[in-house]
């Protein structure tokens, strides 16, 4: 048996276009163009290879794209006074500033700065304890492409036992949050966790988001399981080269999960994809208009 390969290319392409239309209707009955900026300091390869489709995908949505490229020694303030900037700027409506920040720069200092009205990654304490209260909240954009690329598998996740490894507060938690609001029953594992492989074998859902190239291996997986794999790494070929994988060994894992998505080509989609969506319901909500349809 061979798993069903999630396709985040179509899945997310289908979303942008509903988003698109959504855009162009803001567009012609309230004259809003929503803007986003992204604030990319010094050069993370894993942040250059989001940037790349951001800025191209935001503008075939009909969203304004605002970028801003700082240099590796930029001091706090002048950051934060960026980041004050962009919240009174009435064109943009979601800020993004890349992580990680190069050392030296107080990353959640910059993050409080940010309006939580436009904090499109869902990073704030007010978002993020919105989403860990079940209230609603802008919500970081992978966990919720995740969920999204889960749901094209299974209408509903209720019951299902979930395994999230990776407890970061950009993936790992937030999304730990979204499957407790499906009714997902959910395992949360990290670096000090005992027998991952064991953990993972019970669960219908695993969701890798560690870091750590091809670490889950097909033999971990419960037969049929759902598999969506966040990880995305750089690792060098033969000829000299690089080449991205994931946290799941997928060769391996295809053979015996009932799903799984590629990478490139499966969360990283959706993860664009859903900050334009984030984008947009942070311009309706800031200029008064009922939620968009996406
Ligand atoms: N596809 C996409 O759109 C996105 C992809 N990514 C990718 O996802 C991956 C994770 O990103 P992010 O959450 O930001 O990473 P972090 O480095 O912030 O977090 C990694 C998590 O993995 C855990 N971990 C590390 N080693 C192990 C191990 N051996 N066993 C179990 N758990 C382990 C850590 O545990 P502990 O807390 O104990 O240290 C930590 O909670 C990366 O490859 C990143 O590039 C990230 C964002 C978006
Ligand atoms: N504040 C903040 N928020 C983030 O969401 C955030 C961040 N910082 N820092 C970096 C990570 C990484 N990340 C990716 C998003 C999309 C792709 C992506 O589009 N991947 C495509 C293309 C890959 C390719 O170039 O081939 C794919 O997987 O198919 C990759 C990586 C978001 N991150
Ligand atoms: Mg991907």
Same mark, same amino acid.
């Given at each position: 048996m061979t798993a069903e390969i999630i396709d985040g290319k179509v899945i997310a392409a289908d979303l942008r276009a509903r988003v698109a239309d959504e855009v162009a209707r803001v567009k012609r009955e309230h004259n809003l163009v929503p803007g986003l900026a992204v604030v990319l300091v010094g050069n993370d390869p894993a942040s250059e290879v989001y940037v790349r489709s951001k800025h191209t995908q935001t503008q075939a949505?009909?969203?304004?794209?605002? &970028?801003?490229?700082?240099?590796?020694?930029?001091?706090?303030?002048?950051?934060?006074? @960026?980041?004050?900037?962009l919240n009174r700027d009435p064109a943009v409506h979601g800020i993004l500033v890349q992580l990680p920040l190069p050392k030296g720069l107080n990353t959640e200092a910059v993050i409080n700065a940010i309006d939580p009205a436009k904090d499109v990654d869902g990073l704030h304490p007010n978002n993020? =304890?919105?989403?860990? =209260?079940?209230?609603? *909240?802008?919500?970081?954009?992978?966990?919720?492409?995740?969920?999204?690329?889960?749901?094209? #598998?299974?209408?509903?996740?209720e019951g299902m036992n979930a395994i999230v490894i990776g407890r970061s507060n950009l993936v790992g938690r937030p999304l730990v949050q979204l499957l407790l609001n499906e009714n997902a029953t959910v395992t949360i594992a990290h670096s000090r966790s005992r027998d991952l492989p064991g953990l993972v074998r019970? *669960?219908?859902? #695993?969701?890798?988001?560690?870091?750590?190239? &091809?670490?889950?291996? =097909?033999?971990?997986?419960?037969p049929g399981a759902t598999v969506i794999d966040v990880?995305?790494?750089?690792?060098?070929? &033969?000829?000299?080269?690089?080449? @991205?994988?994931?946290?799941?060994?997928?060769?391996?894992?295809?053979? #015996?999960? =009932?799903?799984?998505?590629?990478?490139?080509?499966?969360?990283g989609q959706m993860t664009v994809a859903c900050l334009l969506v984030n984008t947009l319901r942070a311009a309706c909500a800031i200029a008064g208009l009922p939620k968009p349809a996406v």
């Open positions: 949505a009909g969203m304004a794209s605002f &970028e801003h490229k700082l240099p590796t020694d930029v001091s706090q303030q002048d950051l934060l006074t @960026l980041v004050a900037k993020a =304890g919105r989403l860990a =209260g079940g209230f609603e *909240a802008l919500s970081p954009c992978t966990p919720l492409g995740c969920i999204i690329l889960t749901k094209s #598998v299974h209408a509903s996740l019970k *669960a219908d859902l #695993v969701y890798a988001a560690v870091g750590r190239p &091809e670490m889950v291996r =097909g033999d971990w997986l419960k990880g995305i790494n750089r690792i060098p070929k &033969e000829d000299g080269k690089t080449r @991205l994988v994931g946290d799941v060994a997928y060769q391996e894992a295809l053979a #015996v999960a =009932g799903a799984i998505t590629p990478v490139p080509g499966g969360v």
